[in-house]
Structures are given as structure tokens and as C-alpha cells.
């Protein structure tokens, strides 16, 4: 990537602090970090959209980058970001399109399934969270029995909370219609690929999978592996 300097402004949102990427277009993405990121971590994608005529939008999610307002990283502040961040958009362009990491792909599936989006984006998308959670108490010998009892069990990857196993027990994704492009890496360790070719065969996605690539996407040779998608799909 050049080491051009593309043109921001840094509204905020429903108190949510945000980038909005490149010169005024009618066309946009909303992009949605995962964990461990933050809302600056957009600029190679924003840098590419650019060139392809679209602005791009980003924010910081709970727990990252400036956010300070105390909400937690969960599917309810996740919805609820997201909500807000979709309701400026659609009054501020006239044609969005939807860009999602890990994380922020499950939030999007369970947010944005009736919004008008050309297209979507997904790199290591976390396409069944009932699937992740389940692994997550094998790996930690977490019982439902157990976690039903604390209702909050510390892991070294994450918190497992007894409303939220609840949660996404009731609530599997149903509907999806937005055309999507998912990236998945060979590596990943939070999503199987038969769950992710599941979901792409569930919803008719168009599946890349790089071999030797792990979840994060950020080991080398990763940044050309995703230049080169983002420059084939944007």
C-alpha cells in the first residue's frame, strides 16, 4: 500500500467516536472491527474503497480504541452500536455496503439482516457463536451446569456469561440475504471450516479460503493476501 494521505473527519455517533474515510462520495462501507482493534485499523481498506469511489465509515466498538462510556463488549451493545451507527449512514449515503471482522460479523448477522446493503464483506467472520462458545467450555472444562451456577466464568480467551450462552442458544441466524464475500484462514481456530462452509452453502456466500492463514490475518504475508481480496470484492 502507498503511504498516501487519505482525507478523515472523526464525528461522533450516538457518543460513539468514528472515521469517516475518504472524499465526499455517495457511496460507503460501514466498518466493523473485531476484537483486539479498533476503528483506525480501517485505513487500508478505506485507502482501497477510495480508489473504488466509496468513502468508508468506522468506529470503535465497547472496550476499544476511545470508547469510555463503560458498555460492555457483549451482542446487546454490539446490536445497539450498530443500530445507531446504520441509522446515521443511511441518512448520510445513498448506497452502503457492509465490511465485518470476526466478532464484528456476528454482530452484523444479528443486526443488520433486513437493512438494504449492496453487499457484504467478511474476514474470519464468526459465523456460528454457539458453535465458538460450546469449544470454549470444552477447552476450559466449562459445564452448562457449572456456568448456570456462576453465571460468570473468567478464560484466558473470554469471559463466558451464563445470559449470553442463553442467548445465542435462542437466537441462531435464520435469515441473511445481503450478497456476501467471506475471507476465512485455513489456521482459524475459532471457526471450523464446516461451519463456515455451512453458513456460505446456508446463505449462498462466496467462499475464499487462504490456506495458511490463522484467525487475526496478521501474520506475513497476510497484508497482500488481504490487499489483494479487498481490491478483488470492494
Given at each position: 500500500?502507498?503511504?498516501?494521505?487519505?482525507?478523515?473527519?472523526?464525528?461522533?455517533?450516538?457518543?460513539?467516536?468514528?472515521?469517516?474515510?475518504?472524499?465526499?462520495?455517495?457511496?460507503?462501507?460501514?466498518?466493523?472491527?473485531?476484537?483486539?482493534?479498533?476503528?483506525?485499523?480501517?485505513?487500508?481498506?478505506?485507502?482501497?474503497?477510495?480508489?473504488?469511489?466509496?468513502?468508508?465509515?468506522?468506529?470503535?466498538?465497547?472496550?476499544?480504541?476511545?470508547?469510555?462510556?463503560?458498555?460492555?463488549?457483549?451482542?446487546?451493545?454490539?446490536?445497539?452500536?450498530?443500530?445507531?451507527?446504520?441509522?446515521?449512514?443511511?441518512?448520510?449515503?445513498?448506497?452502503?455496503?457492509?465490511?465485518?471482522?470476526?466478532?464484528?460479523?456476528?454482530?452484523?448477522?444479528?443486526t443488520f439482516g433486513e437493512m438494504p446493503f449492496?453487499?457484504?464483506?467478511?474476514?474470519?467472520?464468526?459465523?456460528?457463536?454457539?458453535?465458538?462458545?460450546?469449544?470454549?467450555?470444552?477447552?476450559?472444562?466449562?459445564?452448562?451446569?457449572?456456568?448456570?451456577?456462576?453465571?460468570?466464568?473468567?478464560?484466558?480467551?473470554?469471559?463466558?456469561?451464563?445470559?449470553?450462552?442463553?442467548?445465542?442458544?435462542?437466537?441462531?441466524?435464520?435469515?441473511?440475504?445481503?450478497?456476501?464475500?467471506?475471507?476465512?484462514?485455513?489456521?482459524?481456530?475459532?471457526?471450523?471450516?464446516?461451519?463456515?462452509?455451512?453458513?456460505?452453502?446456508?446463505?449462498?456466500?462466496?467462499?475464499?479460503?487462504?490456506?495458511?492463514?490463522?484467525?487475526?490475518?496478521?501474520?506475513?504475508?497476510?497484508?497482500?493476501?488481504?490487499?489483494?481480496?479487498?481490491?478483488?470484492?470492494?
Amino acid at each position: 500500500m502507498s503511504e498516501r494521505i487519505i482525507k478523515t473527519e472523526k464525528p461522533n455517533i450516538a457518543s460513539i467516536p468514528a472515521i469517516v474515510w475518504g472524499e465526499e462520495s455517495e457511496s460507503a462501507y460501514i466498518f466493523v472491527h473485531g476484537k483486539q482493534s479498533r476503528k483506525e485499523y480501517a485505513e487500508q481498506f478505506a485507502k482501497i474503497a477510495e480508489e473504488k469511489g466509496f468513502q468508508t465509515l468506522s468506529f470503535d466498538l465497547p472496550e476499544h480504541g476511545e470508547r469510555t462510556d463503560g458498555e460492555r463488549l457483549d451482542v446487546w451493545s454490539g446490536k445497539k452500536d450498530l443500530s445507531e451507527i446504520a441509522d446515521y449512514a443511511f441518512k448520510r449515503w445513498k448506497n452502503l455496503s457492509l465490511f465485518a471482522c470476526s466478532i464484528g460479523a456476528y454482530f452484523s448477522l444479528e443486526t443488520f439482516g433486513e437493512m438494504p446493503f449492496q453487499k457484504a464483506l467478511f474476514l474470519s467472520p464468526i459465523a456460528d457463536m454457539r458453535c465458538l462458545v460450546k469449544q470454549m467450555m470444552l477447552w476450559f472444562d466449562v459445564s452448562k451446569e457449572r456456568l448456570e451456577t456462576e453465571k460468570e466464568i473468567e478464560t484466558p480467551v473470554d469471559t463466558l456469561r451464563w445470559d449470553y450462552y442463553n442467548y445465542i442458544l435462542t437466537h441462531p441466524v435464520k435469515e441473511w440475504k445481503i450478497p456476501t464475500h467471506i475471507l476465512y484462514g485455513g489456521k482459524d481456530n475459532l471457526q471450523s471450516r464446516e461451519v463456515i462452509e455451512n453458513f456460505c452453502r446456508s446463505f449462498g456466500c462466496e467462499l475464499t479460503v487462504s490456506e495458511n492463514s490463522e484467525h487475526p490475518f496478521m501474520a506475513e504475508g497476510d497484508e497482500k493476501i488481504l490487499e489483494k481480496w479487498y481490491r478483488e470484492k470492494i
